[in-house]
């Protein structure tokens, strides 16, 4: 039987940054899947692939913006950036159990958070640029030095500083995730689950430089793992302002 959180003045005064940071997750999922199921459709209908080099990339953004910053993931920005507010709300609930691990944890996570939104800020901004040149470029010197610049972003196909952004903020949510094992606030298996999460995260970014291929075998686990934490770091801290009574 799971134990209700000691609620103090202090975190009824926070009680609204609670119900803020559980709809972060949600919002987050929320274009996650909106994207995932566009680009499914798309190319259920269409018939025509994920694009796989940077003109496949160039033509799909002459074709339709709206449809290439989609399969860019470019909501990823709003989504991420939003996640802010949950590590907030998850510092303040989890600060007493273990105020150190919960400070490292916050620094990783807004440090990762600004570097993952200002690298996928600046990869959408610069894709976008270059398919608009590359459209409207009229000779082959031209376009290889567009495609040339194209492939020095690794934006659609390898977003190297990305990864890093993200794989700090798999350290705070796996810190985070430590943490909630001493606590009663959250369901223990969140904290498995965050844990086993941070794992893959790890395991797949070394694979990402020593074995490509199994790196590709374990996004989507690594993932998977993440959307359920998200869900389920929701639900607590729902469930957390709804056990905070307004004074």
Not at 36 to 44: E, H, P, R, W
Not at 103 to 131: D, H, K, P, Q, W
Request: aromatic share 12%.
């Amino acid at each position: 039987m799971s134990h209700l959180p000691t609620i103090d003045i202090e975190n009824a005064a926070w009680k609204t940054l609670y119900r803020v940071g559980a709809i972060a997750p949600l919002v987050a999922l929320a274009f996650y899947f909106f994207q995932m199921i566009v680009i499914i459709m798309t190319t259920a209908i269409s018939g025509t692939p994920y694009p796989a080099t940077i003109v496949d990339w160039y033509t799909l953004f002459h074709r339709n913006i709206l449809l290439g910053l989609i399969y860019i993931n470019a909501l990823d920005i709003f989504s991420i950036a939003f996640l802010g507010t949950m590590f907030l709300a998850l510092y303040i609930a989890l600060k007493r159990y273990n105020p150190s691990v919960i400070v490292i944890a916050a620094f990783f996570a807004f440090l990762g958070i600004a570097v993952f939104v200002a690298s996928r800020t600046e990869m959408v901004s610069a894709i976008l640029s270059l398919s608009e040149q590359y459209a409207a470029a009229t000779t082959e010197v031209q376009r290889s030095q567009l495609l040339a610049a194209g492939q020095a972003t690794n934006a659609p196909i390898r977003a190297t500083t990305e990864t890093a952004g993200f794989l700090f903020i798999a350290v705070a949510g796996s810190l985070i995730s430590t943490v909630i094992l001493r606590s009663s606030t959250f369901h223990k298996t969140t904290a498995y689950v965050g844990i086993a999460a941070g794992l893959f995260t790890f395991t797949n970014d070394i694979c990402l430089v020593l074995a490509p291929p199994l790196a590709a075998a374990l996004m989507p686990v690594n993932s998977l793992l993440w959307l359920v934490w998200w869900g389920m770091i929701s639900a607590g801290l729902f469930k957390l302002a709804h056990n905070i009574h307004d004074s």
